[in-house]
């Protein structure tokens, strides 16, 4: 049942992406040119999925566990450190460069329009030389840290 869920949930937020417009990295890039074509339309997106966010937060909480699982798995930790602040960093110059972010390039790729796959490629490869990066350094993420310590 939890691969179906997450299966419809996946493509319900696939169709909104792409009804949306967001999956056209012209459109978000246009929300950043402030001195040219801008397009608000990225803020009125954000404003609906916020808005979403906020009421289904408030229902599902309301519950004493969650419908698939056990247990409500929330994070523990609420500080900010360097690896979080760093990664929002990368993702927003990322976004702001290549006009994607993950969850816009994935319904894309439908498109077949091969700047997806060039882009998705980057990700996947940004990915495994982060992973790689902390396991040379010795570096811990911090839901590592977390576990270790409970």
């Known amino acids: 049942m ?5 299966y419809a949930i996946g493509l319900i937020f696939g169709i909104g992406i792409s009804i949306s417009g967001m999956a056209n990295p012209a459109k978000v890039l246009n929300f950043f040119d ?3 074509m801008w397009d608000p339309s990225l803020i009125f997106v954000m404003g609906g999925a ?3 966010a906020f009421i289904g937060y408030r229902i599902v909480f309301g519950f004493s566990r969650p419908l698939l699982s056990d ?3 929330l994070p523990a930790r609420r500080d900010l450190d360097l690896p979080l602040i760093g990664g929002a960093a990368v993702f927003g110059v990322g976004w702001g460069i290549g006009g994607f972010c993950p969850g816009g390039a994935l319904p894309a790729l439908g498109t077949g329009n091969y ?3 060039i882009f998705a490629a980057a990700m996947v490869a940004g990915i ?3 992973k790689r990066l902390q396991r040379w350094s010795g570096q811990r993420t911090s ?3 977390h576990q270790e310590r409970t």
Do not use: Y
């Open 2 to 6: 939890k691969l179906i869920s997450s």
């Open 34 to 36: 402030f001195a040219g």
């Open 50 to 52: 916020l808005a979403t």
């Open 71 to 73: 247990r409500f798995n």
């Open 115 to 117: 700047e997806v796959f």
């Open 128 to 130: 495994l030389a982060a």
């Open 143 to 145: 839901a590592q840290k």
